[in-house]
């Protein structure tokens, strides 16, 4: 006999999101994190595109604001702005949304241990050791964050490359809600800076990067305005997706950031994180019910199917973006300005699919408008991206 059906190691939005999923269900499930408060400290922008919508997963008493567009800087201060006439994304209270996607999960029946850290899960015996004790499962389901040892232990092979998420809660003057600020920065690339409205005198002031930490601090608080007060200092790692991960071995898997489910242009990965929880806790049912461990190989490959040439794609572009210069962005801005390309932006940009827009620059030979200054080279990587 094992302790559990269900062993999720990793109490953040997606863990707490499939826990919920297989306790509603009637499955014995055990729910493990190691940190004392869930939710904090924060690490994420907490900026979400609309789509959320679709995951079922969002009440609305954690959205602090809603945005309708953004102002696009590049290094020279060349603004472009972006918008739409309705909602295009929201500003959440993580803190609070994690706490009550983890109350959720322990209202529908899972087993929740806080404070407890898993050390080591056994893939082989399905087991996972804490401190305290050791317990066994039909099924583990990780989803503790990039720096998982147990994404290490499936992948020996493949380096675990993050990124650096620095970010700032701001006390401000009083603010446009309804804009976040995006800006470039070549010592960041290929990441940037963003700044988000969360109320009228508040604000999250923050980017990510693969430079170093000193860095990355000097450059965001040059940000700062003489009237901002900082609040709160948050920084943590993002993962980098990688579509040569292997996320099943025998009965345990593995969820949201532990298996690089995020956005590689922006290493956003709540709605992938909850659409690919609602795939593994299908395909974990399927497992525990009929006893066939193939049903968790098929969560892999559905995972793949649904992701893959949307990220790859935006892996593409990613790779672009760090090869430029100050003076190519410089350029683009420009030109993008003087072929309005902000209504093509405005009405086929996507913050989780970004391929549409893409396309749109190609078919209207907008890019092609681009080559002289950016080259064919990059061109080409544009192509391979569609």
Request: proline content about 3%.
């Amino acid at each position: 006999m094992t302790d559990y059906d269900v062993i999720v190691v990793g109490a953040g939005p997606v863990g707490s999101t499939y826990a919920y999923k297989m306790a509603k269900q009637g499955y014995d499930v055990a729910l493990f994190d190691m940190k004392n408060r869930i939710g904090q400290p924060l690490q994420c922008a907490g900026l979400v595109s609309t789509n959320i919508s679709d995951t079922k997963n969002l009440p609305e008493q954690f959205i602090d604001n809603k945005i309708k567009g953004a102002n696009l800087y590049s290094p020279d201060n060349t603004c472009i702005r972006v918008e739409k006439e309705k909602t295009v994304a929201y500003v959440l209270d993580r803190v609070m949304y994690d706490k009550y996607l983890f109350d959720r999960a322990h209202d529908a029946g899972a087993a929740t241990f806080i404070g407890e850290k898993v050390v080591d899960v056994d893939l082989k015996n399905t087991t996972v050791k804490t401190i305290e004790r050791k317990y066994s499962s039909r099924i583990i389901t990780v989803a503790s964050g990039p720096a998982s040892n147990t994404a290490k232990k499936m992948n020996p092979d493949i380096e675990n490359k993050t990124f650096l998420g620095l970010q700032y809660t701001v006390k401000t003057e009083e603010q446009d809600m309804n804009y976040v600020d995006l800006r470039i920065n070549q010592e960041l690339l290929p990441g940037f800076i963003w700044q988000i409205p969360t109320s009228p005198f508040t604000k999250r002031v923050g980017l990510f990067t693969d430079c170093s930490y000193k860095t990355a601090e000097t450059i965001l608080k040059g940000q700062l305005k003489s009237t901002d007060t900082i609040i709160e200092k948050h920084n943590g790692i993002i993962p980098r997706f990688n579509s040569k991960k292997r996320i099943v071995e025998n009965n345990t898997l593995l969820l949201g950031d532990s298996a690089s489910q995020v956005k590689p242009t922006t290493g956003g990965g709540l709605i992938s994180g909850f659409n690919c929880a609602q795939l593994a806790s299908k395909y974990s049912s399927l497992m525990l019910d009929e006893e066939d461990n193939d049903y968790l190989l098929s969560y892999e490959k559905e995972y793949h199917k649904l992701y893959d040439n949307e990220f790859k794609a935006q892996q593409n572009v990613q790779n672009i973006i760090r090869d430029m210069t100050e003076d190519d962005f410089n350029y683009m801005f420009r030109k993008l300005r003087e072929y309005n390309v902000d209504r093509i932006i405005s009405e086929y940009g996507d913050m989780d699919n970004q391929t549409p827009l893409l396309k749109q620059l190609v078919k209207t030979g907008v890019i092609f408008k681009l080559v002289p200054k950016i080259g064919v080279r990059r061109l080409k990587n544009i192509w391979k991206s569609l």
